[in-house]
T-cell receptor, first 111, second 118 residues
Framework: SQQGEEDPQALSIQEGENATMNCSYK?????LQWYRQNSGRGLVHLIL?????REKHSGRLRVTLDTSKKSSSLLITASRAADTASYFC???????????FGAGTRLFVKA | DTEVTQTPKHLVMGMTNKKSLKCEQH?????MYWYKQKAKKPPELMFV???????INESVPSRFSPECPNSSLLNLHLHALQPEDSALYLC?????????????????FGEGSRLTVL
């Protein structure tokens, strides 16, 4: 079953602009992660934020987590054509191995 | 070595065939996963192994049979599949937390095996 919903489903921006993707989830979580997937390839882990954290940065990525609203956002700053990919949030409940993925946002960055 | 290797990359099989997908990792991870992904959909969890024991089976049909022969290898045996089983099958691994029984978060994925059932 699918844990998270993401919006927008698709996002098209120009190179240099910022891209923001949102994720909502339904149950209590231990952590929330964001992954990237190039077309037809495996997923690559981008960043993990724990339930007791509110914001985290990694290079051009900024992730926020609001556990009261059960939502997270991923901001990619100064986007590049190479950022074109699908981005998924994934949640892991406390105690266990069940990592469940949201529906994903397809990002298109035009050069 | 931070790679998860999946073979074959592509597989075409008939509904009466028996085939296997293979996954290998040498990161010392003790949790390994199979996910199924249809086009333009998120990965769906199928199975999780922890310390070579099946920990999670997400009500997957018995025509999919997982096997974990050792801590580095994970197989998915396929038999009597249906055309709707055509998908990208992704293997992943993760470290287990110090408390055991759960992962530390990050999953390392292979590139997937694209399966077509005719």
């Amino acid at each position: 079953s699918q844990q998270g919903e993401e919006d927008p489903q698709a996002l098209s921006i120009q190179e240099g602009e910022n891209a923001t993707m949102n994720c909502s989830y339904k149950t209590s979580i231990n952590n929330l992660q964001w992954y990237r997937q190039n077309s037809g390839r495996g997923l690559v882990h981008l960043i993990l934020i724990r339930s007791n954290e509110r914001e985290k940065h990694s290079g051009r990525l900024r992730v926020t987590l609001d556990t009261s609203k059960k939502s997270s956002s991923l901001l990619i700053t100064a986007s590049r054509a190479a950022d074109t990919a699908s981005y998924f949030c994934a949640t892991a409940a406390t105690g266990g191995f069940k990592t469940i993925f949201g529906a994903g946002t397809r990002l298109f960055v035009k050069a | 070595d931070t790679e998860v290797t999946q073979t074959p990359k592509h597989l075409v099989m008939g509904m009466t065939n028996k085939k296997s997908l293979k996954c290998e990792q040498h990161m010392g991870h003790r949790a390994m996963y199979w996910y199924k992904q249809k086009a333009k959909k998120p990965p769906e969890l199928m199975f999780v192994y922890s310390y070579e024991k099946l920990s999670i089976n997400e009500s997957v049909p018995s025509r999919f049979s997982p096997e974990c022969p050792n801590s580095s290898l994970l197989n998915l045996h396929l038999h009597a599949l249906q055309p709707e089983d055509s998908a990208l099958y992704l293997c992943a691994s993760s470290q287990e937390s110090l408390a055991r029984g759960s992962n530390t978060g990050e999953l390392f994925f292979g590139e997937g095996s694209r399966l077509t059932v005719l």
